[in-house]
């Protein structure tokens, strides 16, 4: 699988985990822009960054988009899915308060992620 196809497998996962939790969920699908989802729940607005597989993101990477979601308001999410199966999801909601979510994914042929 491609690294395009596994990270848009992993924007269409994250966008039905966002769902459950109650949020209105738009994929910014082929803009090439800094954000992959944008959720919208009661008084919160995420933005969310997606990368999966080889693709990881810079410390410089992370502040850029923090700062930048930061700037308009709203809760920066950065989600990583790695090769052994796990789904990281760091939520900055604030300047310099992070919280990590880390979801183990089914290991089946149907539902890699």
């Not at 009661?42 to 700062?67: H, M, P, W, Y």
Request: proline share 4%; charged share 25%.
């Amino acid at each position: 699988m491609t690294n395009y196809a596994s990270g848009r497998r992993l924007e269409w996962k994250m966008k039905g985990y966002f769902q459950s939790l109650g949020f209105f969920v738009v994929r910014s699908a082929g803009s090439r822009s800094p954000v992959d989802l944008i959720a919208i729940g009661s008084n919160r607005l995420l933005l969310i960054q997606c990368k999966s597989g080889d693709s990881s993101f810079t410390k410089a990477e992370q502040d850029d988009f923090v700062n930048f979601v930061h700037k308009l308001g709203a809760e920066a999410v950065l989600v990583r899915h790695d090769l052994y199966k796990k789904t990281k999801i760091l939520i900055y909601s604030k300047p310099g308060i992070r919280a990590t979510v880390t979801i183990l994914s089914p290991s089946s042929k149907e539902d890699p992620l």
